[in-house]
């Protein structure tokens, strides 16, 4: 399963909302009615942390202020309001089409 | 939480062992996987472990040369890596895998393949 991201970079000006666009080559519902679509975030000089899982569930910690939708093939994070904190790379990734786990290939989100 | 070990520098065709130390939660009931992270920032899945030992899968590229294990009593897995070459050089990580998503990942290990 191909995952495409898009943009591949995003300037943001700090306050203002953001939104990152992934899908994937094949329907990402499960036999099961689930869709294993997650996000992931990753700033520079660490290993990815999961911000969502199954496109809208939050991990616990992560700031409301991300969000995930979508459905089928076509998904996205919206950030509200862009922190400095949130820069880095995003990724999605499909697990629905098991065992091989497949990425978007990034999104790089930087400050104006 | 995951700790990595291992990793550095090895010559084409050589040979490399990485480990994945866990700890905060129940190791043997956890399934791993091993992911890669290439100069250009793509994430590759590698391999899959399930509870047990069983079952195992590994991607392609990989396939024939990397082989995954873990040791319960240990809390670990590993990824033996042999036949190395310059393309294998990436950051590795090793990441829980639950509900078909992968979290915590570890801090990272790099393998840098060259003469």
């Known amino acids: 399963v191909v995952m495409t991201q898009s943009p591949l970079s995003l300037p943001v000006t700090l306050g203002q909302p953001a939104s990152i666009s992934c899908r994937s080559s094949?329907?990402?519902?499960?036999?099961?009615?689930?869709?294993?679509l997650s996000w992931f975030h990753q700033r520079p000089g660490q290993s990815p942390r999961r911000l969502i899982y199954?496109?809208?569930k939050r991990d616990s910690g992560v700031p409301d202020r991300f969000s995930g939708s979508g459905s089928g093939t076509d998904f996205t994070l919206k950030i509200s309001r862009v922190e400095a904190e949130d820069v880095g790379l995003y990724y999605c990734?499909?697990?629905?089409?098991?065992?091989?786990?497949?990425f978007g290939g990034g999104t790089k989100v930087e400050i104006e | 939480q995951l700790v990595q070990s291992g990793g550095g520098l090895v010559k084409p065709g050589g040979s490399l062992r990485l480990s994945c130390a866990a700890s905060?939660?129940?190791?043997?009931?956890?399934?791993f996987s091993w992911v890669r992270q290439g100069p250009g920032n793509g994430l590759e899945w590698l391999s899959y472990?399930?509870?047990?030992?069983?079952?195992?899968y590994y991607a392609d590229s990989v396939k024939g040369r990397f082989t995954i294990s873990r040791d319960d009593a240990k809390n670990s897995v590993y990824l033996q890596m042999n036949s190395l070459r310059a393309e294998d050089s990436a950051v590795y990580y090793c990441?829980?895998?639950?509900?078909?998503?992968?979290?915590?990942w570890g801090q990272g290990t790099v393998v840098t393949v060259s003469s």
């Open positions: 990441a829980r895998v639950a509900d078909s998503s992968v979290d915590p």
């Open positions: 905060g939660f129940s190791f043997s009931d956890e399934f």
């Open positions: 472990i399930g509870n047990g030992g069983s079952p195992i």
């Open positions: 094949q329907s990402l519902v499960h036999s099961t009615g689930n869709t294993y």
């Open positions: 199954k496109v809208s």
């Open positions: 990734m499909q697990g629905t089409h098991w065992p091989a786990l497949s």
